[in-house]
């Protein structure tokens, strides 16, 4: 059984998609442990719902970025992760964090990779004119939104969308994309040459 850590600051929407897959068997997976660096994040009660440790960590009780990141890390290591999974996880991580959990450490991020690294993607692909727009799952490299993209989810933007709407569409595709990436990962000996692997989110007239 591969063992998930999964790290969270908010709705944890994608975490929901974990846990759902996991308990349908479609992932062989068991999520050790969610942890939270606010204690308010809505995803802590989807994880105690489920029976799944929690722990939050407040970042703003640490001195330092480094401080917090070596506490979150050892906290992390007690589980032994195979994967550890950022599912709206919104605190930068220091190199030395990254480095540690190298090519077990993903993230999934609102754009096509490499278009709109950072914040506001939605916005910015509809400011842009562009006709497609989507998620990307990637490893955490130092370098932000930088990381070799494992799955990559496309959504058509249609003419009158808004911000609202656009981004209501890529989360439907990130809650399709991101648990199939995980169990790619886990599963099937794909190999970095073979991604990024593409989905197109299928709508039907009731989503159209
Ligand atoms: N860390 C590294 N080193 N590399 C990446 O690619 C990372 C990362 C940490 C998180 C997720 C990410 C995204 O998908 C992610 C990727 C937060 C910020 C940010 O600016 C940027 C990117 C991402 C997440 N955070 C502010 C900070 O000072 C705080 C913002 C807040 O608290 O609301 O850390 O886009
Ligand atoms: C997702 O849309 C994810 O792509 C995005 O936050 C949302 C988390 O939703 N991540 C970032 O923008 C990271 N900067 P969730 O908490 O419902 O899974």
């Known amino acids: 059984m591969f063992?998930?850590?999964?790290?969270?600051?908010?709705?944890?929407?994608?975490?929901q998609q974990f846990i759902?897959?996991?308990?349908?068997?479609?992932?062989?997976?068991?999520?050790?442990?969610?942890?939270?660096?606010?204690?308010?994040?809505?995803?802590?009660?989807?994880?105690?719902?489920?029976?799944?440790?929690t722990l939050t960590l407040d970042h703003t009780q640490f001195s330092t970025r480094e401080a917090f990141d070596h506490a979150l890390a050892k906290e992390i290591d007690n589980y032994q992760p195979d994967l550890l999974i950022l599912s709206g996880f919104m605190?930068?991580?220091?190199?030395?964090?990254v480095k540690h959990f190298q090519d077990r450490l993903i993230n999934i991020h609102p754009s096509l990779l490499p278009k709109y690294k950072g914040l506001?993607?939605?916005?910015?692909?509809?400011?842009?004119?562009?006709?497609?727009?989507?998620?990307?799952?990637?490893?955490?490299?130092?370098?932000l939104d930088a990381g070799k993209v494992i799955m990559q989810g496309i959504v058509d933007v249609k003419v009158d969308d808004s911000e609202e709407t656009l981004a209501n569409r890529v989360h439907q595709i990130e809650h399709i994309i991101y648990p199939k990436a995980v169990k790619l990962l886990l599963e099937t000996q794909i190999s970095k040459e073979q991604m990024p692997v593409k989905i197109y989110l299928e709508m039907s007239a009731k989503q159209s």
């Open 120 to 143: 506001h993607t939605h916005k910015r692909a509809l400011q842009d004119k562009q006709s497609q727009h989507g998620a990307s799952v990637h490893f955490v490299i130092p370098e």
């Open 20 to 53: 759902d897959h996991i308990e349908a068997g479609k992932i062989n997976a068991e999520i050790s442990a969610v942890i939270s660096n606010r204690a308010d994040a809505y995803g802590l009660k989807r994880a105690e719902k489920a029976g799944i440790p």
């Open 3 to 15: 063992k998930l850590v999964i790290l969270i600051s908010g709705y944890g929407s994608n975490l």
């Open 91 to 97: 605190r930068i991580l220091s190199d030395g964090f």
